[in-house]
């Protein structure tokens, strides 16, 4: 079991920045792969950023150049940098950890969001 807390959301205009931080209850270096995404009103969730165990990490197009996923294995914490920030970033963000599978199926935990909010 992993349990995952979002916490830096907030509202912000257009081209500011936010630091979303997902803090584990256990060691991330040996989770699979952690992410976050983020679902906007009326939208389906969309995978935003992700990174593996081996720090590879994978960005939607729409966020490359103005998001960083990064995490501090000492804190068990995953961040996402998001700057230059657009009313369309505008959505509840959450953080994902996907374990090693087992022999009953892949673990998968969620947060329960941070809402990021941008007025133009």
């Known amino acids: 079991q992993v349990q995952l807390v979002e916490s830096g959301g907030g509202l912000v205009q257009a081209g500011g920045s936010l630091r979303l931080s997902c803090a584990a209850s256990k060691r991330i270096s040996s989770i699979n792969v952690m992410g976050w995404y983020r679902q906007a009103p009326g939208k389906l969730r969309e995978l935003v950023a992700s990174i593996t165990s081996g720090g590879i990490t994978t960005y939607v197009d729409s966020v490359k150049g103005r998001f960083t996923i990064s995490r501090d294995t000492t804190k068990n914490t995953l961040y996402l940098q998001l700057n230059s920030l657009k009313p369309e970033d505008t959505a509840v963000y959450y953080c994902?950890?996907?374990?090693?599978?087992?022999?009953?199926?892949?673990?998968?935990?969620w947060g329960q969001g941070t809402q990021v909010t941008v007025s133009s």
């Open positions: 994902n950890a996907v374990e090693r599978p087992t022999i009953t199926g892949l673990p998968t935990y």
